[in-house]
């Protein structure tokens, strides 16, 4: 749900997951292709 309350150290996250996003989007990314870097970029 957007605008929902979340944990301070989770908004700090949405907030660098939407810095992300717009980066993507920026370089003509979609958001599928975004997330198929993050996963193929996964560290455990």
Do not use: F
Request: glycine residues 10%.
């Amino acid at each position: 749900m957007v605008g929902a309350p979340v944990a301070p150290g989770r908004a700090r996250l949405l907030d660098r997951v939407g810095e992300l996003v717009r980066e993507a989007r920026a370089l003509g990314m979609s958001e599928d292709e975004l997330m198929a870097l993050v996963r193929a970029n996964l560290v455990d």
